[in-house]
């Protein structure tokens, strides 16, 4: 969440008080599922429970895909749509050039998402590069097609799965289970390289530091060229799912609500929410990162200039509207909140911090959902 001042570290915490009418604590309730920040990620309310597995981002738009043929939609990656959501077949990822192209399992092989259409692609993941669309998938089978809707089976230059597909430089990298790693100009041609591992290798991406792949046990692995490849120090063991960049900052995520950050590739922090599920699919654009994952959450975090996130401010909600102030003692400041998490802000009250913080209860927000933030004087 982006604040032009200086923030105070903040979160609510339950208790339980004969002042708050029951009718309270119910409506707070609802902002409790709405909304749940730490580290500057913000749960956002999910209109589904399926798994999301893949997720696009342009400066306009988010779609997440996922099981059941979910497809959700957003414009500012807080708020979100829910689209389709059938039953049996499955999305794994969604990528876009003109138009769409979802890969998995479908029913139906085209439709639309906000009025643009969508064609399925055979596999687990594709991706738009040198003209041509390339999908990758089980068993190392490899699909090309020049408009998204026909595809050629091109012949196997593995038996490994594969799962992630990246174009960047005239150059389109899969990787795949078994530390597989395949590359090729024109993606009808592909050549193995050496990554160095035995991991499963899940997703790929290319930024300012160079291709980058994630995998099993922490695995994160970097390369300038897309053909030779070097391991870098991780700082979890988790699986890690699904590898992202944008303007400078590399982001991944994985089990356990994992989610990491770099900015040159090699020194990687770490954000972790225990009491979430697998995380999938992360992307970013130039105001917010997103990430995905099983039972439909949905994570984002504000984007400052230059593509960088903004600094954290720590919440954590649950219950009840007790609403706790941490900082240096003394400090004064203002509690604000937002019918949206984006804003508009109003001003609700002014803290001033004792040792331990200040603590503050809205007992105005009635039946609505409110969002809160602190600055600092």
Not at 188 to 202: H, L
Request: net charge positive; aromatic share 10%; hydrophobic share 35%.
């Amino acid at each position: 969440m982006r604040v032009s001042q200086r923030t105070v570290g903040w979160r609510v915490s339950s208790f339980h008080s004969p002042r708050i009418r029951s009718s309270v604590i119910s409506s707070f309730a609802v902002l409790a599922t709405a909304v749940s920040v730490a580290g500057g990620w913000i749960q956002a309310p999910s209109p589904t429970s399926s798994r999301l597995t893949g997720i696009y981002s342009d400066e306009a738009l988010f779609v997440a895909t996922g099981d059941n043929e979910t497809v959700i939609t957003s414009a500012d990656g807080l708020n979100w749509t829910k689209q389709q959501e059938l039953s049996g077949n499955f999305f794994t990822t969604i990528k876009r050039s003109s138009s769409f192209v979802v890969s998995g399992y479908a029913s139906s092989k085209s439709g639309s998402i906000a009025g643009i259409p969508y064609t399925v692609a055979p596999g687990i993941d594709s991706v738009f590069g040198n003209g041509v669309w390339v999908s990758v998938g089980y068993s190392g089978y490899q699909y090309r097609s020049s408009n998204g809707s026909d595809w050629t089976k091109l012949s196997n230059s593995t038996t490994q799965n594969l799962s992630s597909v990246a174009y960047a430089n005239g150059l389109f990298v899969t990787v795949g289970a078994g530390g597989t790693i395949l590359t090729s100009g024109n993606g009808t041609v592909w050549a193995k390289v050496e990554s160095g591992t035995t991991f499963d290798v899940n997703s790929v991406c290319y930024g300012n530091a160079g291709w980058i792949a994630v995998g099993s046990g922490g695995l994160i692995l970097g390369s300038k060229n897309g053909v030779q490849w070097a391991r870098f120090k991780s700082p979890v063991a988790v699986n890690l799912h699904g590898v992202c960049s944008y303007g400078g900052t590399y982001l991944a995520c994985g089990d356990s609500g994992t989610i990491l950050e770099s900015s040159d590739a090699a020194t990687w922090t770490t954000t972790t929410f225990s009491t979430l599920p697998s995380l999938d699919s992360v992307t970013m654009n130039s105001k917010q990162a997103v990430a995905i994952g099983k039972s439909g959450v949905i994570l984002a975090r504000s984007i400052s200039d230059g593509g960088q996130p903004s600094g954290p401010l720590q919440v954590s909600i649950r219950l009840v509207p007790e609403i706790t102030i941490t900082g240096a003692a003394g400090a004064s400041g203002i509690v604000q909140w937002s019918s949206t998490a984006s804003g508009p802000w109003q001003t609700w009250t002014n803290v001033t911090l004792g040792s331990s913080g200040t603590s503050v209860v809205d007992l105005g927000v009635g039946s609505s959902t409110r969002f809160y933030r602190a600055t600092k004087n």
